[in-house]
């Protein structure tokens, strides 16, 4: 019987083939691993040339090891906030060999204007790539970004020029949306608190005992909204004055309690919308008093959030940004008592 090599080769291919086709990724488990949508990978594939080495059958993807680690730099660039067909061409070049002494690829420019899933408008490069790790619900991606803006930043820029535009962008895209993006924000939101609070120093008794008193931090009733309250938390124990948190939709009568039995220097009252803004409440807790007969105290009131906008308030103390709230309260705590 004659031996029949080239048929032994095409066998051997063949079983190659189809081993390679069980291993390599179809185009639904790839978007599952990556957190991207298929038609994602399709339009990368359509607009930026990143597609499968393999097809199978002339018509199913099939993506390769080789393939793969090409979509994973893509995704960590836009991540990045860099612009999809900038990363695209990135993502290519570094799955190329460079001959040497190539230059370096520059690097990119600090804000973009390029088209995003999100309105985001002129803003600084991280917010794209904060809000693209947010769509993806890519948690990991949103962690590590948020915790590298305050790092590079500090909490103050970081949550002004990144946080809140981002955040802003989500309930625009939710707002036009339907129910779409809700948990695009719930994820979005978490994870800021989350960075707040790890940059929050504990509280120090030092000084409390004699000094003016804490910052006391609470929502009014029926207002759930707090992550700025958590901003301006971090950013008071940042500079080490004494506050005291109580979060969302404070009742009026437990806020008046607190008030009392702590004696603050200031209260601020947060109110997001304008229907949970409670001028009266804000009076009353500015009329409250404490202190021996003859040397009585009142606390500041400082109202916080857009609720607020277009309300009288001669009296209290009206930030406009984070920075100026914190400059505004570390002025009150340094301020020589009078003689």
């Known amino acids: 019987m004659r031996d029949n090599p080239d048929g032994e080769d095409r066998e051997k291919r063949s079983e190659t083939a189809s081993s390679d086709l069980a291993t390599n990724l179809t185009t639904g488990a790839l978007a599952r691993r990556l957190g991207v949508s298929p038609t994602t990978l399709r339009s990368w594939d359509r607009r930026y040339g990143i597609g499968p080495a393999v097809r199978a059958d002339g018509r199913h993807r099939r993506w390769t090891p080789r393939d793969v680690a090409v979509l994973e730099t893509m995704c960590r660039l836009t991540s990045a906030g860099v612009p999809p067909a900038e990363a695209a061409r990135a993502a290519k070049e570094s799955d190329s060999p460079q001959p040497a002494g190539a230059p370096e690829p520059s690097a990119p420019r600090a804000r973009s204007r390029a088209a995003g899933m999100l ?8 917010c794209r790539g904060l ?8 948690a990991p991606a949103v962690e590590e970004q948020l915790a590298t803006a305050v ?27 339907g129910d779409r993006y809700v948990e695009v924000e ?5 994870h800021m608190s989350t960075a707040l609070r790890r940059c929050t120093r504990p509280q120090s ?5 004699t000094g003016p008193g804490p910052v006391v931090l609470a929502g009014v009733p029926g207002e759930q909204h707090t992550l700025a309250l958590e901003a301006l938390n971090a950013g008071l124990g940042e500079r080490r004055l004494p506050t005291r948190m109580f979060g969302a939709a404070v009742p009026a009568e437990a806020l008046m309690a ?7 220097a200031v209260v601020v009252l947060w109110a997001q919308a304008r229907s949970s803004a409670d001028l009266p409440l804000a009076r009353h807790v500015a009329t ?8 009585r105290r009142r606390p500041l009131v400082m109202l916080g959030g857009p609720g607020w906008l277009g309300r009288p308030s001669q009296t209290m103390l009206r930030p406009t940004t984070l920075k100026d709230a914190l400059d505004t309260l570390a002025c009150l705590y340094t301020a020589e008592p009078p003689e």
Not at 186 to 190: D, E, G, K
């Open 119 to 126: 309105p985001l408008g002129d803003v600084r490069q991280e």
């Open 205 to 209: 008794r030092h000084g409390e005992a």
């Open 151 to 177: 790092a590079t930043h500090g909490l103050t820029v970081a949550w002004q020029e990144v946080m809140v535009p981002t955040l802003h962008a989500v309930g625009r895209k939710w707002a036009s949306s």
């Open 131 to 138: 809000a693209r790790a947010a769509v993806r619900l890519d």
């Open 258 to 264: 607190a008030v009392d039995r702590l004696g603050p």
């Open 186 to 190: 719930h994820l979005l939101s978490w």
């Open 288 to 295: 409250a008093q404490w202190g021996v007969k003859g040397a």
